[in-house]
């Protein structure tokens, strides 16, 4: 949820965790974001992404995110 609350995440595709020994956890999250941001609102898009997570699970030691622009209808 907490990866659906940033502006510019039009959705989560995918979410995966690791647990990686007793107290951190690796998460990789694959989402579609808004197909007009440009490269300086991804970069703080990425920052506030990760800034939610790790806030909403301490426990949370690194995330990969992998970015999808969804498809226009034209296309």
């Known amino acids: 949820q907490a990866a659906e609350r940033v502006k510019g995440i039009k959705r989560v595709l ?3 965790t690791m647990q990686m020994g007793s107290e951190r956890i690796l998460v990789n999250l694959e989402v579609h ?3 007009d941001l440009r490269t300086a609102d991804i970069e703080e898009l990425m ?3 990760k800034d939610r997570v790790k806030s909403a699970v301490p426990a949370v030691q690194h995330i ?3 970015i999808e622009t969804p498809r226009k209808a034209a296309e």
Do not use: F, K, M
């Open 64 to 66: 990969q995110v992998e």
């Open 14 to 16: 995918d979410l995966r």
């Open 33 to 35: 974001i808004d197909p």
């Open 47 to 49: 920052d506030t992404l």
